[in-house]
């Protein structure tokens, strides 16, 4: 077989094979034998730069490759240099040889070599492609070395096309395990069409793996029974004017399925084949959220009965006063405070006190007429907030609330008697700002202690509003 017939069988080989690591080897092999080498070899450096023996055929059993390669120490700064940016380093048996082919005799133990470097991007040293022989090449002239650098230039080439194959596969390898293992979900939908492009596992995964996902509309892949586009879909906040993208947009979002939150962001950007998409990652914070929910308990919650607090009051009334006036709305406050719970703490102890201001906050709680609209002012008081109701049904409010004290509270400790005294503010009529009704409900409770106690009065100053209104449903009540 001729020199040129023996490249166009190896360009067939290369130029065929559907996998890009298959034919090298058998090349390997082929080259070997057709010239006449005694061994030829593929190695390839590791980050560290030592050079590890990745392909190789041996013709005689006799010859050896060692494993490893210390290359860049074994040549040294210099001859490391020179080989990076030599296209081939050939010599023969009997050609005389410079520093660099001395050298590389010696690593190989080789009497004639064809040695290929190949660097990457960056003139970094990564592959050593060549053919060695321990004896003198059979054929040595000039047109069979010249083939023989030919085919090995090649077969080089397609050394270099799989170490770039190979660093793209293991870049790919790298980022997806980083995706998937960030702690963050991910996925890419495409920007019209809203299908699914790509999903990372920990998003995956609650929904049966990405198969479930891939290919599928986003809305009807993520919530159950979707048919359309969802309302708060963010993607008009990615782009400008011109469908360009822009900046990244955030937002919380609650999973239908098990009440997880989530904060999510999105932006546009240009998917591997050109068209706009939308990549959409969120970060758990369920945790961030129930912690959040705890500090606003602590701050707006009294502990000890559960009701609202004084605060979360004054914050709910400043906006229940302004709705009111708006809508030019009446509402009532009552404000009552326990008789004789002195008398309690003094005779069974705090922890009974305790337990009948949570006894009273259960009451207010449970009670349709009260509940929602109850708050522990401090101490012994409370709030009853009737920011709906009609006179006629704030008489139902006082008289269920009056009622509760009718029978005595039993306690862990004992039983004990204990009444309430509720003053009541009409707004706007009786203040329009919390402080003032809660000033004027406060004077009227105690307009209802001085009277005799477990008493209802109304604040009233004739403003806009019928006393007599008030004194006759005082007097029903009572």
Same mark, same amino acid.
């Given at each position: 077989?001729?020199?040129?017939?023996?490249?166009?069988?190896?360009?067939?080989?290369?130029?065929?094979?559907?996998?890009?690591?298959?034919?090298?080897?058998?090349?390997?092999?082929?080259?070997?034998?057709?010239?006449?080498?005694?061994?030829?070899?593929? +190695?390839?450096?590791?980050?560290?730069?030592?050079?590890?023996?990745?392909?190789?055929?041996?013709?005689?059993?006799?010859?050896?490759?060692?494993?490893?390669?210390?290359?860049?120490?074994?040549?040294?700064?210099?001859?490391?240099?020179?080989? &990076?940016?030599?296209?081939?380093?050939?010599?023969? &048996?009997?050609?005389?040889?410079?520093?660099?082919?001395? %050298?590389?005799?010696?690593?190989?133990?080789?009497?004639?070599?064809?040695?290929?470097?190949?660097?990457?991007? $960056? $003139?970094?040293?990564?592959?050593?492609?060549?053919?060695?022989?321990?004896?003198?090449?059979?054929?040595?002239?000039?047109?069979?070395?010249?083939?023989?650098?030919?085919?090995?230039?090649?077969?080089?080439?397609?050394?270099?096309?799989?170490? +770039?194959?190979?660093?793209?596969?293991?870049?790919?390898?790298?980022?997806?395990?980083?995706?998937?293992?960030?702690?963050?979900?991910? +996925?890419?939908?495409?920007?019209?069409?809203?299908?699914?492009?790509?999903?990372?596992?920990?998003?995956?995964?609650?929904?049966?793996?990405?198969?479930?996902?891939?290919?599928?509309?986003?809305?009807?892949?993520?919530?159950?029974?979707?048919?359309?586009?969802?309302?708060?879909?963010?993607?008009?906040?990615?782009?400008?004017?011109?469908?360009?993208? %822009?900046?990244?947009?955030?937002?919380?979002?609650?999973?239908?399925?098990?009440?997880?939150?989530?904060?999510?962001?999105? &932006?546009?950007?240009?998917?591997?084949?050109?068209?706009?998409?939308?990549?959409?990652?969120?970060?758990?914070?369920?945790?961030?959220?129930?912690?959040?929910? @705890? @500090?606003?308990?602590?701050?707006?919650?009294?502990?000890? %009965?559960?009701?609202?607090?004084?605060?979360?009051?004054?914050?709910?009334?400043?906006?229940?006063?302004?709705?009111?006036?708006?809508?030019?709305?009446?509402?009532?406050?009552?404000?009552?405070?326990?008789? $004789?719970?002195?008398?309690?703490?003094?005779?069974?102890?705090?922890?009974?006190?305790?337990?009948?201001?949570?006894?009273?906050?259960?009451?207010?709680?449970?009670?349709?007429?009260?509940?929602?609209?109850?708050?522990?002012? $401090?101490?012994?008081?409370?709030?009853?907030?009737?920011?709906?109701? %009609?006179?006629?049904?704030?008489?139902?409010?006082?008289?269920?609330?009056?009622?509760?004290?009718?029978?005595?509270?039993?306690?862990?400790?004992?039983?004990?008697?204990?009444?309430?005294?509720?003053?009541?503010?009409?707004?706007?009529?009786?203040?329009?700002?919390?402080?003032?009704?809660?000033?004027?409900?406060?004077?009227?409770?105690?307009?209802?202690?001085?009277?005799?106690?477990?008493?209802?009065?109304?604040?009233?100053?004739?403003?806009?509003?019928?006393?007599?209104?008030?004194?006759?449903?005082?007097?029903?009540?009572?």
């Amino acid at each position: 077989m001729q020199v040129s017939e023996f490249w166009v069988q190896v360009m067939e080989k290369l130029n065929c094979s559907q996998d890009i690591y298959e034919p090298v080897p058998e090349l390997i092999q082929d080259t070997c034998e057709f010239f006449g080498f005694g061994c030829g070899f593929v +190695y390839v450096a590791d980050y560290t730069g030592v050079f590890h023996l990745r392909e190789n055929y041996l013709l005689y059993e006799y010859d050896h490759l060692r494993e490893k390669l210390e290359i860049p120490t074994e040549l040294g700064e210099a001859l490391l240099h020179e080989l &990076a940016e030599a296209k081939a380093v050939i010599f023969s &048996a009997d050609t005389p040889k410079n520093a660099l082919e001395e %050298t590389l005799s010696e690593i190989f133990n080789a009497r004639s070599m064809i040695l290929i470097p190949i660097n990457d991007a $960056g $003139g970094q040293l990564i592959a050593l492609v060549g053919l060695v022989d321990r004896r003198g090449v059979s054929r040595q002239e000039v047109l069979d070395l010249e083939g023989a650098y030919a085919v090995l230039c090649a077969l080089a080439n397609h050394v270099k096309l799989q170490l +770039y194959q190979k660093r793209v596969d293991n870049t790919e390898n790298a980022l997806r395990s980083i995706l998937d293992h960030m702690g963050i979900d991910i +996925y890419v939908n495409d920007f019209e069409t809203h299908e699914i492009l790509y999903v990372n596992e920990s998003m995956a995964a609650p929904y049966g793996g990405a198969d479930k996902l891939l290919g599928r509309k986003c809305w009807e892949a993520l919530y159950e029974g979707k048919s359309s586009e969802c309302d708060f879909c963010p993607q008009k906040h990615m782009v400008d004017e011109n469908g360009e993208p %822009t900046k990244v947009y955030s937002w919380d979002y609650q999973r239908p399925f098990d009440g997880e939150w989530f904060r999510v962001f999105s &932006a546009a950007f240009n998917w591997e084949d050109g068209r706009l998409a939308h990549v959409v990652s969120s970060v758990d914070i369920t945790e961030n959220k129930r912690n959040e929910l @705890i @500090i606003r308990q602590m701050a707006d919650y009294d502990t000890l %009965t559960g009701l609202p607090n004084r605060r979360r009051l004054l914050s709910d009334l400043e906006h229940i006063i302004d709705r009111r006036l708006q809508d030019k709305g009446e509402g009532f406050l009552l404000f009552f405070d326990l008789d $004789g719970f002195k008398e309690v703490n003094d005779k069974l102890g705090h922890r009974a006190g305790d337990e009948l201001l949570e006894r009273i906050g259960d009451m207010l709680q449970e009670n349709r007429l009260t509940a929602g609209k109850s708050y522990r002012h $401090g101490g012994d008081e409370f709030i009853v907030l009737c920011h709906e109701e %009609t006179l006629t049904h704030l008489q139902y409010v006082l008289g269920s609330i009056m009622a509760n004290f009718n029978y005595p509270w039993q306690l862990a400790d004992g039983e004990v008697v204990c009444k309430c005294s509720i003053g009541v503010a009409h707004y706007p009529y009786d203040g329009e700002t919390p402080g003032d009704l809660l000033h004027n409900a406060d004077k009227a409770m105690y307009a209802a202690k001085r009277a005799g106690k477990g008493l209802i009065r109304f604040y009233n100053q004739g403003r806009n509003s019928n006393p007599k209104t008030y004194l006759e449903s005082l007097s029903e009540m009572e």
